[in-house]
């Protein structure tokens, strides 16, 4: 510990370079995990706020929830026989306002359950964010295929669908709307796979959520980027180190002739690595977060601390693996042949 840090300090200008790509390259991450973060709740907000469990469509549908009708009769004995399941249905449309403006929303119904809104005919509980856009409680809102009006009755927090304010309706007023009968999706919470039905298919929470093609994209293109950022920091740790101990060949050469073990010089190369990335870390973090603070309230930016933890591990392990790869040569190192290389 204590020849580490001497060396960082005789060399603090080239550790600091270091720290310093480790620190923007971390920020970038964290913002990009938010985004990310932020992007999968508002593509798919009520899906995700719901329990682990089982979701069920028609074989028939090839994986589209809109396009799967689940037979009542099969609703009603899968919902009898299954406690806490739920049918629901989710529809892209469109509320006109008290201006007559349209507003896209997703339409949303289901049986009785905890797990959704369950409403009367004419009335409707809306996404807070409309709340923001001037839509009050008590307001009359229609749509082009019903014939009556929506009161609305309250607002929830978090709940999207593709990136669409989330309005629950009730189950007549959802099939007058869409002139179906059937609903898309039977959902069992704490089922599991091994649950099958004729004609159904089932599908885990993640599962579900990748059937749906804006989800999919969005999370599969922000995730390749924060793990290839992370793949370049644990890159940049190998090189910074490998260079260093080329430059210090014959310092090692000195310090293993004098008895110095091999474990000790790795020690003092991951101590060095240890405290550059925990403070770069932390500066990020600390960064990240009041930028999660502050960020526009229309951006969907959610930087959760569980996030938080976990990339700062992976970067910690890139980083201590990183610099073990860099430092393989130390081991090879002969006393007398470094001494007489001497330093470069």
């Excluded at 099969?74 to 892209?92: E, G, H, P, R």
């Excluded at 990748?210 to 992370?230: D, G």
């Excluded at 930016?301 to 980083?319: C, R």
């Amino acid at each position: 510990m204590n020849i580490a840090w001497k060396e960082l300090k005789k060399n603090k200008s080239k550790f600091l370079i270091l720290g310093s790509i480790v620190f923007l390259i971390s920020l970038l991450t964290f913002i990009i995990s938010g985004l990310a973060n932020g992007l999968s709740q508002d593509s798919a907000g009520i899906i995700k706020d719901l329990p682990d469990g089982q979701f069920y469509m028609t074989k028939e549908s090839g994986k589209t929830y809109s396009l799967s009708r689940i037979d009542n009769i099969l609703q009603d004995k899968i919902l009898n026989k299954q406690k806490d399941a739920v049918a629901f249905s989710i529809q892209m449309g469109f509320l006109n306002n008290t201006d007559g403006k349209q507003q896209s929303v997703a339409f949303v119904t289901s049986t009785d359950s905890k797990m959704f809104k369950n409403l009367k005919k004419g009335e409707i509980v809306l996404d807070r964010s409309m709340k923001d856009d001037g839509i009050k409680v008590g307001d009359a809102l229609t749509t082009n295929q019903y014939n009556g009006k929506f009161i609305v009755k309250g607002f929830v927090k978090h709940s999207k669908f593709s990136h669409a304010p989330v309005a629950y309706v009730s189950i007549k007023d959802y099939k007058e709307i869409y002139r179906i009968n059937e609903m898309q999706v039977i959902f069992i919470p704490g089922g599991n796979s091994t649950q099958t039905f004729v004609g159904l298919h089932s599908f885990s929470k993640n599962q579900f959520l990748n059937t749906i093609s804006s989800y999919k994209a969005e999370q599969m293109s922000l995730n390749m980027i924060i793990w290839f950022l992370v793949v370049i920091s644990g890159m940049l740790f190998a090189i910074f180190f490998y260079m260093m101990n080329v430059q210090k060949m014959g310092l090692y050469g000195i310090l293993k002739a004098i008895g110095v073990k091999t474990s000790t010089l790795f020690k003092m190369m991951w101590t060095q690595m240890i405290l550059i990335t925990v403070i770069a870390l932390s500066i990020s973090i600390l960064l990240s977060q009041v930028f999660n603070l502050i960020a526009p309230k229309g951006m969907p930016f959610s930087l959760t601390p569980d996030t938080t933890v976990q990339l700062s591990l992976v970067f910690l392990m890139i980083g201590f693996v990183g610099a073990t790869l860099s430092g393989i040569q130390i081991k090879k190192i002969e006393p007398l042949h470094a001494i007489q290389q001497g330093e470069v």
